[in-house]
């Protein structure tokens, strides 16, 4: 390559965005002027901004997604305030046992409170995927001494996206082992993935939880992953 | 009710957050949830990281809302957030790998499912275009995308990022002869 064009092709990048002090620009388009080759870098260059400005789309994500990300958000600034609030006297721990003694009703008060606080916070309520499980009518996995299992998941697909992506899910296990209720946790942002996820949820098997030698309804957290191909 | 936050200008929004009102805060974050997702996964290139980074932005700004200074506009305050926020996310994050699910079986029968024409279609061009910002290292991602995405000026860039101008220019030089040999088969010879 000559020298000249070595140069040009040096300065090339910075030529295109416009951000070359005047002389060398100048210098430039002599060069670009008797140079078909760097003429048709230039026109690469070029064509390469102009492909990553309007073909490199992210995800087209629902509607619904954006009342559960503000909700999120909101939930997470919550979350922080609290713990910093409770500080080395761990309030929360002793609201805890409390509602641990107290059992069911404390938990439903909590929960009310919880959900009206929320509903206050946000001017618009988060629709699909909710957010506020209805803690008073079953156990969460955590608190179950023998949380449910997962016996038999079918594999999910291989699908064409660049990276794995998780779709987490609740999926409530009856005491007779069925499912009854799925909800998305947190949404992989594409509709087609969620729904996959939750019909795979719907074919798998699982043991139910166990409380006190008992048999207990159960909230069971269940992520999906899927690869990519 | 709802109208007056969807009329007042984010300076009015933001005095008013200073003030305690969430409402306004919701409102601002309807106003640039969009972008700030659109940024964060150019930087990021999947959903779970731009779902949790651009989730994480709001939330600083909002612990730091009393910080903002109102010669700024607000979308370049957290703009820089989302960027910076990015960056160190990014460079600290190693590559998960896959785990199997309990009692997955290879073969199952969701394999037609797989078709990627029944989605949102995505061309091969797109798919490679993907595949090359993926490939190139954070520091030259990030000055591709501010610059030819966010449109930003070299001095803006270099601001955003604390680095001299001089690599501003160099980065980018690197990441387009990167991408021009990645993507040749779409560019003029
Ligand atoms: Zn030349």
Known sequence: ?229 | MKETYRKASDVELIRRVKSGDTRAFDELMRRYAGSIYRLVYSLARNHMDADDLSQETFIRAYRAIGRYDEQYRFYTWLHRIAVNLCINHLKRKRRVRLVPLPGSEIGGEWQDIADPKSGAEVSELQRDLDRALCKLPVDQRAVIVLRVKEEMSYSEISDVLKIPVGTVMSRLSRARSRLRRLLKEYLPV
Not at chain 1, 12 to 33: C, I, M, N, P, T
Not at chain 1, 73 to 97: A, L, M, N, S, Y
Not at chain 1, 174 to 201: C, F, H, P, Q, Y
Request: glycine share 4%; proline share 5%.
């Open chain 1, 1 to 229: 390559m000559k020298e000249s064009c070595k140069e040009t092709r040096r300065l090339l990048s910075q030529y295109v965005d416009g951000e070359l002090e005047f002389s060398l620009a100048a210098r430039v388009e002599a060069h670009l002027k008797v140079c078909p080759d760097c003429r048709r870098e230039l026109a690469a260059l070029k064509a390469l901004g102009q492909m990553v400005k309007e073909k490199d789309k992210p995800p087209k994500l629902a509607d619904e997604y954006w009342d559960w990300h503000r909700s999120q958000v909101w939930k997470r600034i919550k979350t922080v305030r609290r713990e910093r609030q409770d500080g080395p006297h761990r309030q929360g721990f002793f609201w805890f046992r409390l509602a641990a003694v107290t059992g069911g009703v404390a938990v439903v008060l909590i929960a009310a409170v919880a959900g009206w606080r929320l509903l206050r916070v946000n001017p618009q309520k988060a629709k699909a995927p909710k957010v506020v499980d209805n803690l008073a009518a079953v156990l969460v996995s955590e608190q179950c001494d023998k949380p449910p299992e997962v016996l038999r998941m079918p594999v999910l697909p291989c699908v064409s996206i660049d990276d794995t992506t998780t779709v987490l899910l609740r999926a409530l296990v009856e005491t007779d082992s069925s499912v009854s209720e799925i909800k998305v946790e947190r949404s992989s942002g594409i509709e087609l993935l969620d729904s996959i996820a939750v019909n795979n949820i719907q074919k798998a098997k699982f043991r139910p939880g166990i409380q006190k030698g008992r048999l207990v309804r159960c909230w069971l957290t269940v992520p999906q992953k899927f690869r990519s191909e």
